[in-house]
């Protein structure tokens, strides 16, 4: 009896995939093609993605841990049936190392869709690190490397490295970023600052900042015109004024029909204590255009007692809840600007940022 176990699970766990699979593939069948100008982009704090045994202090069973792995997939799923396309590159924060992306992308639906990693061990105390999964068909790898913080003293500080990938377009007939120019590189760093814990927080989040803006000047030196930072920064984050959205406006397509499901106020992507903050967000944007949605989606969020709903995380401290993450993931549909910019954004004197737009969709079961 016991042996059957196992058995059991991966049969259910292969069935439920196999459900996702259905659910996708006959939502793709009635959505339109995507425009070659569309670069997809999300990104996602998946709180403390660790493979079983990893976590210490928790009951973090296998069978947790692969429950896990088909949530964060499916949300990537649908994430493609709302914008018309899957995610062209996904970042994440808090996970716990190569395997369980290698999970992910192996052992669940998302094996069909041509994801590769990237991915470093970073000194973080807690074991977390950023991590980056691109779509081969869609973009080639050019480099990657951890971006380390450093103290007064040039010490490197025991934190989650900025994760930075420089990506060219496959080639004319699947660039996403389709222009006057061909193969332009696209540089993408992915965030986790420090948190608002202990002494001396925000000054580590200012080193962070300062390291991050540091970084994309030393891009746009070496020529790269089109950069994106996104991540979890701990701090309030206001987009570039040109990621702007209407507050409750449906978005349209080409034929004026409504595109997505219905649109509602979020305040943020997290929250706490019954108070929103939008902490995860995309501060630069260079040589890009776009607007930001944040998944607030109902199979994400469970009822806060101080009011209204609030993301549905894994644990509570030690105590399971059976939720995918304490963030509500964000999104962007982003294109070449115009003309490229040369702004940089540091912490506290982000642009004015009046609105978001935010969406959920009504999908039964989970």
């Known amino acids: 009896m016991i042996r059957l176990v196992p058995i059991l699970f991966f049969r259910c766990l292969s069935a439920f995939c196999g459900e996702i699979e259905g659910v996708c593939l006959q939502a793709e069948s009635a959505i339109a093609p995507a425009k070659e100008d569309t670069l997809r982009v999300m990104f996602w704090n998946v709180e403390n993605f660790f493979r079983e045994g990893e976590f210490e202090g928790h ?7 692969y429950s896990k792995c088909a949530a964060v997939a499916k949300i990537i799923l649908l994430s493609g049936d709302y914008f018309r396309g899957l995610p062209d590159i996904v970042g994440f924060a808090e996970i716990g190392s ?15 869709a041509d994801y590769s990693i990237v991915h470093y061990d970073s000194p973080d105390s807690r074991g977390i690190d950023c991590a980056l999964l691109y779509r081969r068909t869609r973009f080639r790898l050019l480099s990657s490397k951890p971006c380390h ?3 007064n003293a040039g010490h490197i500080i025991s934190t989650r490295d900025i994760l930075l990938a420089l990506l060219e377009p496959c080639n004319d007939n699947t660039m ?43 891009l746009k030196a070496e020529g790269i015109g089109q950069i994106m930072a996104i991540g979890d920064f701990n701090e309030e984050v206001k987009s570039p004024a040109n990621l702007q959205a209407d507050r409750g406006k449906e978005p349209q397509d080409d034929n004026g029909r409504k ?58 401290g030690p105590r399971y809840l059976a939720g995918v993450s304490d963030h509500y993931p964000v999104f962007y549909l982003i294109s070449r600007a115009p003309s490229l910019t040369t ?8 642009p004015n940022f009046a609105a978001y737009s935010f969406f959920a969709a009504s999908i039964n079961g989970w």
């Not at 190569?98 to 069909?112: C, E, H, N, Q």
């Not at 702004?343 to 982000?350: H, I, V």
Request: hydrophobic share 35%.
């Open 59 to 65: 009951n973090w069973s296998k069978r947790r841990f």
């Open 98 to 112: 190569i395997d369980v992306l290698k999970a992910l992308i192996y052992t669940t639906p998302l094996r069909k």
């Open 149 to 151: 913080l450093y103290d």
């Open 176 to 218: 996403p970023l389709a222009g006057k120019s061909n193969n332009t590189p696209l540089a993408i760093l992915v965030n986790h600052h420090p948190s608002k814990l202990g002494k001396g927080s925000q000054g580590k989040r200012q080193t962070a900042m300062d390291r991050l803006r540091f970084l994309v000047d030393s």
């Open 259 to 316: 595109a997505w499901p219905k649109i509602f106020a979020t305040l943020g992507t997290i929250k706490f204590q019954g108070r929103w903050e939008k902490i995860d967000g995309c501060p630069i944007l260079e040589g890009l255009e776009g607007r930001e949605y944040i998944m607030a989606l109902p199979q994400l969020s469970v009822k806060d007692s101080y009011g209204g709903v609030k993301p549905r995380r894994t644990f509570s």
């Open 343 to 350: 702004t940089s954004y540091t912490m506290g004197s982000w």
